[in-house]
C-alpha cells in the first residue's frame, strides 16, 4: 500500500523556521522523483520544490528560492523541506508528491506526479 505522510507543520511567526517531512512507504522510494506543493485557502495547487532520485538535482519555486531547501535521505524513504524565513504568503497545506523517473528531469506540475500525501497545514502568523 503506498503512503506518502507529511509531518511538521504548526504555526509559525513570520521569519521563522520550520522543516517538513514526508515518509515513505510502499514503493521504491529511490526510484522516484519527489516534489513538495502547496495549496492556500482559496487558491490552486502550486508547485514549491523538487528533487530527483539521487539527491543531486533540485528546483525551486521563484517565491521560495533561496528560503526554501528540499532534501532526502534514501536510505529513510523520506523527503524533507527546510522553510526558513518564512512570510505570511506561505501560509498553506504542504503536500509531498513522487514521480517515477530515474534521470534528472524535475516535473512542476501535477499531473507529471503519480502518488501524493494528505498535506500538513503550515501557518505563518504573529
Known amino acids: 500500500q503506498v503512503q506518502l505522510v507529511e509531518s511538521g507543520g504548526g504555526l509559525v511567526q513570520p521569519g521563522g523556521s520550520l522543516r517538513l517531512s514526508c515518509a515513505v512507504s510502499?514503493?521504491?522510494?529511490?526510484?522516484?522523483?519527489m516534489g513538495w506543493f502547496r495549496q492556500a485557502p482559496g487558491k490552486e495547487r502550486e508547485f514549491v520544490a523538487a528533487?530527483?532520485?539521487?539527491?543531486?538535482?533540485?528546483l525551486y519555486a521563484v517565491s521560495v528560492k533561496g528560503r526554501f531547501t528540499i532534501s532526502r535521505d534514501n536510505a529513510k524513504n523520506t523527503v524533507y523541506l527546510q522553510m526558513n524565513s518564512v512570510k505570511p504568503e506561505d501560509t498553506a497545506v504542504y503536500c509531498c508528491?513522487?514521480?517515477?523517473?530515474?534521470?534528472?528531469?524535475?516535473?512542476?506540475?501535477?499531473?507529471?506526479?503519480?502518488?501524493w500525501g494528505q498535506g500538513t497545514r503550515v501557518t505563518v502568523s504573529s
Open positions: 510502499g514503493f521504491r522510494f529511490g526510484s522516484y522523483a
Open positions: 528533487i530527483d532520485w539521487r539527491g543531486t538535482n533540485t
Open positions: 508528491a513522487a514521480a517515477a523517473r530515474t534521470d534528472y528531469y524535475l516535473p512542476r506540475r501535477t499531473s507529471e506526479y503519480n502518488y
